[in-house]
């Protein structure tokens, strides 16, 4: 499974939009990009997947440039209840379950 | 989504007895549930597969005889943590997916504490 480099934590304010970068350098062809969302004490949740170019759903988007070597989740005007910890992971879309987390973005987000 | 439930959600326990933790798939069947350990402020860590009708499958440096996996229907593991030491404390959580499902859907996780 790929490796995955993403900031250990992020600051943002109530109502901006945040965007947080992974890296993952070693992407194979057959991968997916897949981020997650975990609260304190929570399992993760999904959020969004994707393969190259934009993705977008009803609470993130997912930008992954041509090379795929990293991609940007970006949340449009967060709120308080969007700290979390958010995880990048890489892997074959099959092994959807079988997940290697790296360290994730603790994202703090206040008023 | 499909959804996950674990139980007990938190679970204290002396040291030298065993724990056992649910983990239901409750609107799908789970042919292979994961278990995860998590301690605090770190990542999540793989330690096994459970597989439906056969043995787990371990991780490297996760003892078998340990965390003692038992998968015997489509919508049910279960993880034991046999003679439970104070370093064992942590959440755990499953996971697992739809047959021919991208994403994984967790349990809510178990807090153990062993004192």
């Known amino acids: 499974l790929a490796k995955t480099t993403q900031p250990i934590s992020m600051d943002s304010y109530e109502g901006q939009e945040v965007n947080i970068t992974c890296s993952h350098n070693n992407i194979a062809t057959n991968d997916y990009i897949t981020w997650y969302q975990q609260f304190p004490s929570q399992g993760p949740r999904f959020i969004i997947q994707g393969y190259k170019t934009k993705v977008t759903n009803e609470v993130a988007s997912l930008f992954i440039p041509a090379d795929r070597k990293s991609s940007t989740l970006s949340l449009p005007r967060v709120s308080l209840s969007d700290t979390a910890v958010y995880y990048c992971l890489v892997g074959d879309r099959g092994t959807a379950s079988k997940l290697t987390f790296g360290t994730g973005t603790r994202l703090q987000v206040t008023l | 989504g499909a959804v996950v439930s674990q139980h007990p959600s938190w679970v204290i326990c002396k040291s030298g007895t065993s724990v056992k933790i649910e983990c239901r798939s409750l609107d799908f069947q789970a042919t292979t549930m994961f278990w995860y350990r998590q301690f605090p402020k770190q990542s999540l860590m793989l330690m096994a597969t459970?597989?439906?009708?056969?043995?787990?499958?371990?991780e490297q440096g996760v003892e078998k005889d340990k965390f003692l996996i038992n998968h015997a229907s489509l919508t049910l593991s279960t993880l034991t943590v046999t003679s439970a030491h104070p370093e064992d404390s942590s959440f755990y959580i499953c996971s697992a997916s739809t047959l021919g499902g991208t994403e994984a859907f967790f349990g809510q996780g178990t807090r153990l504490t062993v004192v």
């Open positions: 459970s597989n439906e009708g056969s043995k787990a499958t371990y």
